[in-house]
């Protein structure tokens, strides 16, 4: 589904990912875990565009994307939910999803009522301004507002970053549920190590720009190195 | 009273409705781009010898209105592609972008004195007194400008909301001035928006600066002369919502003129010439009580 | 004298004198922008205040001095009431540099009091809001001298006192030996500041509003200070340009010549760095002074005034640089201390 091989990656003269090579297949979540500055979000940014890529190639379905705009990968059927400042707050809740819909070739009528399904918080709350809704009703509409756009591939930037523990396993437990309702490829970067390995169907782990493990969760579980000295999971 | 009333009254509506067209485009390009555009003072110019060009061939110089919006849309396209979006992509700070448009600003009013000079020469018309209102239509005792230039107002304005609020485009232009990182990941080309937000803004104000001879006297320098006033009309409507841009050149206006009317008719006709002075005032008043502009306040007091 | 040793003076004299103006207003740029991260888009206004107020005072405050009495009107009839002075003052050099130096110290206080007035309605704002207002008070100069008779008698503008008289034949040389004189102690006071704790605070607001601010800086004490200095310089300027041409007249200072200009100048630099004011000053004065001395040549050959070419060319060249360098062409070296260089040498190994 997404293949990204020997990536070198960063931001202009800051070389940030080194050689880096990670799959995604279709109804799996992959999840990036590792401290912060490791280059998640930069892997992010990097399959979809934003950042400057020195070498290596990126593959979405065989198709060569690492040359492309972000508007074209987007296009694409990539749908990326940035961490912050991801939600139109000047508009409700139903015309940010239906911006997304408009803006969207792959949509349909069905996937506003999906979307309004997994989070009836979100119908409830439809005809208000997006911008006073709460932290977790945010994400959820940052969510939903990637995923109305029926994606093939979903970025998600720590979406429980913040968040109260109601909202971290509330949608902890939707991710998964997308997962298994919709052919689509989930890539999710996450600090919080326990919700992430709980969904996660295959894990890497980034530290300092290169990949110092990849396998499944449970095999990580057994790392104990790695999970105190990356990912501050003492015994 | 009543006639030199209602004269003024024709005067400030012809004033507001040319000030609205420049404002509309300094709101949108600060909206989109983030940066306040000095080189508007070059397209409304570049829009004045539109007219004077189509004059100087034999047409009515009404004529020039769609060719002053066509050059100072091409005029805007060239100082985006040229200049601004390499600066854009460079991550450019905001006072970078500044210096750019005055720079751009700076080599078109060489231009359009080069061209002010030729016309001079080769028409042997004096092309630094560009003045229209004789051969203006009358309609019902006023000056047939007073009509046109609140039609076209009129006319942007429908358009530009047929355009924002009924089209796909326009909803990505929205999106693009609400939040362009998320209007990228919902495949909006934002680099396309910009430019086509400078094209609207560059046009509008080269339609304007069409219109402006039928009003008074023109010359190269008058796009610099006024762009203090167009962006006190935009700052006192309020830079964050499009709407405050006409909203703000109707008050300036209507209170320039009123206010100089008035003061003519009592200190005496001398007091024209300060005339710069009132928007300027209002503007650092409103920039020291109301920062955040007219249509804010409104849009805070409904709640939203 | 030989005629072609007269005509290198004459321009080597123009040379000095707009040198020194450019200067002094990019070292004036410099300390607003590159100490305070003020957008002074309205340079002129500071300036083009001082000169006129200059212009309006010199012929009085001479009249008072000197003890002449006349009916001639001193803005309107100045050339006359000039007439009378001048002859008085060219005998008397010491009064006339005690004059001088007068004039000076007026020009530099209206030049801060206008940079305060001008500032301070935005001081607090967002930099956009900033340098639109600075931009607008600077168009507002022109408008004022013209429309207000009294002040330097509208259109005609006034003439100024010959306050180097004295020097003969070699007035001019001794003005534009002055202005840059002037400049140079200006361009040495500069540096001085950039060097003293206050100046590097200023640098640390530029760089740093927030850390600045929370260690305790008041960001509003110190952007009055550079804007004081910055404004003071700009006013002595105006008084230099007026004296050296002789006279103040609205229109005299443009937007072009003594905004942007400067600004470009302090672009080519690096901002925040004096030795490059010094540098973008050499070329543009240069050129400025070709362009002054040789446009007659390019009267047959080209429809138009060449001046419109040199905008468009100094248009295009600061878009330039701006694209491909911005951080300019000898960009800014932090200034440390002598004592921690050397703690820094010492503590450097041997390389082997």
């Known amino acids: 589904m997404l293949r990204v091989e020997n990536l070198n990656s960063g931001y202009g003269k800051l070389h940030v ?73 000047e508009l409700s809740v139903d015309e940010n999803l239906r911006i997304s819909m408009a803006l969207s070739k792959n949509t349909s009528p069905e996937m506003l009522d999906y979307v309004y399904e997994l989070f009836p918080i979100l119908k409830e709350r439809r005809k208000q301004r997006a911008g006073t809704l709460s932290g977790g009703e945010r994400q959820m509409l940052a969510m939903s507002i990637g995923l109305v756009r029926n994606p093939k591939l979903l970025l998600l930037d720590e979406p429980t970053a913040g968040l109260m523990p109601l909202y971290v396993n509330l949608i902890t437990k939707k991710i998964s549920e997308i997962r298994d309702q919709k052919e689509i490829s989930i890539i999710l970067v996450e600090q919080n190590v326990q919700k992430a390995l709980e969904v996660a169907d295959r894990v890497y782990v980034l530290v300092s720009g290169q990949i110092v493990f990849k396998g499944l969760p449970s095999e990580l579980m057994g790392e104990k190195e790695i999970m105190k000295l990356y990912l501050g999971m003492g015994d | 009273m009543a006639i030199s009333l209602t004269g003024t009254f024709a005067s400030a509506l012809a004033w507001s409705s040319i000030l609205s067209l420049t404002a509309i485009g300094i709101t949108l390009l600060y909206r989109t781009t983030r940066v306040p555009n000095f080189a508007h003072a070059s397209f409304v110019t570049t829009g004045i010898y539109a007219s004077t060009i189509v004059w100087v061939f034999g047409f009515h110089p009404y004529l ?100 924002l609020y009924r089209t796909n485009l326009g909803i990505a232009l929205r999106a693009c001035m609400e939040n362009p990182s ?36 023109c010359n190269a320098y008058t796009g610099t002369y006024y762009i203090a006033e167009m962006f006190c009309a935009s700052i006192v409507g309020g830079l964050d919502y499009l709407i405050g841009a006409p909203i703000g050149s109707f008050l300036l206006g209507y209170a320039k003129i009123l206010l100089l009317s008035f003061l003519a008719s009592t200190v005496g ?25 007219i249509v804010s306040l409104i849009m805070r007091r409904r709640g939203v | ?112 009091v206008l940079g305060v007035i001008q500032v301070a309605p935005a001081v607090r704002l967002r930099i956009d809001y900033l340098s639109i207002t600075l931009l607008a008070f600077g168009e507002i100069m022109n408008v004022i001298a013209r429309a207000y008779r009294p002040l330097i008698g509208g259109e005609y503008g006034v003439q100024v006192p010959s306050v180097f008289g004295w020097a003969g034949e070699n007035t001019i040389a001794v003005m534009a030996a002055t202005m840059l004189v002037i400049a140079l102690m200006i361009y040495a006071y500069a540096e001085y500041i950039g060097r003293t704790p206050m100046g590097r605070t200023m640098k640390a607001i530029r760089d740093n509003e ?32 007026a004296f050296f041409n002789g006279s103040v007249m609205p229109g005299q200072f443009t937007r072009f010549n003594f905004t942007f200009i400067p600004w470009l100048m302090l672009f080519l630099g690096g901002t925040g760095n004096n030795k490059g004011a010094l540098a973008g000053a050499t070329i543009f004065t240069a050129l400025d002074r070709l362009i002054t001395y040789y446009k007659h040549e390019f009267v047959g050959i080209l429809p138009f005034d060449v001046i419109w070419l040199y905008q468009i060319l100094v248009g295009a060249i600061t878009a330039f640089v701006l694209i491909y360098r911005p951080q300019g062409v000898l960009p800014e070296r932090p200034y440390i201390p002598k004592d921690i260089r050397e703690r820094i040498k010492k503590s450097i190994p041997e390389s082997s």
Request: glycine letters at 10%; one cysteine or more.
């Open chain 1, 17 to 89: 990912l080194y050689d880096i090579s990670v799959e995604c297949g279709k109804k799996e979540i992959v999840a990036v875990l590792g401290p912060n500055g490791a280059g998640k979000t930069t892997l992010l940014n990097s399959i979809f565009g934003i950042a400057d890529i020195y070498s290596g190639s990126i593959k979405l379905d065989g198709e060569e994307i690492s040359k492309l705009p972000p508007h074209n990968i987007a296009r694409r059927g990539i749908a990326y939910v940035l961490q912050m400042i991801n939600i139109f707050s």
């Open chain 2, 64 to 163: 020039g209105m769609p060719l002053g919006f066509i050059l100072g849309g091409l005029e805007a396209v060239l100082l985006f592609y040229t200049v601004l979006e390499p600066l854009r992509r460079r991550k450019a700070s905001i006072f970078l972008l500044m210096m750019a448009t005055l720079s751009f600003d700076i080599l078109m009013y060489g231009f359009l004195n080069i061209l002010a000079d030729m016309l001079q020469f080769e028409f042997k018309i004096l092309s630094r007194n560009i003045y229209f209102a004789p051969i203006d239509f009358r309609i019902g005792g006023f000056q047939g400008v007073t009509l046109v230039s609140f039609v076209a107002f009129l006319i942007t304005m429908v358009a530009l909301q047929l355009l």
């Open chain 2, 182 to 217: 998320l209007a990228q990941t919902l495949g909006i080309n934002v680099s396309r928006m910009l430019l086509l937000s400078w094209f609207i803004a560059g046009a509008t104000a080269g339609l304007a600066g069409a219109l402006l001879p039928f009003y008074q006297m």
């Open chain 2, 269 to 293: 006709p001398d007091i024209i010439n300060y005339m710069m002075i009132i928007p300027l005032g209002i503007m650092v008043i409103t920039l020291a009580v109301l920062p955040t502009g």
């Open chain 3, 1 to 112: 004298m030989d005629p072609l040793f007269e005509q290198v003076m004459l321009f080597a004299t123009s040379f000095a004198a707009v040198y020194s103006i450019y200067i002094i207003l990019t070292i004036s740029l410099n300390i607003q922008r590159g100490f305070a991260g003020i957008p002074q888009f309205g340079l002129v206004f500071p300036m083009a205040g001082a000169a006129y107020i200059i212009g309006n005072l010199s012929i009085r405050i001479a009249m008072f001095v000197l003890g002449i009495k006349t009916s001639l009107d001193p803005i309107y009839e100045s050339s006359g009431v000039i007439a009378l002075i001048n002859p008085v003052l060219s005998s008397q050099p010491l009064l006339s540099i005690g004059l001088f130096i007068i004039y000076l110290i007026i020009g530099a206080i209206v030049g801060a």
């Open chain 3, 210 to 241: 927030v850390a600045a601010a929370a260690l305790g800086k008041s960001l509003v004490k110190y952007r009055t200070i550079a804007i004081v200095i910055g404004s003071a310089f700009c006013g002595i300027a105006g008084v230099l340009w």
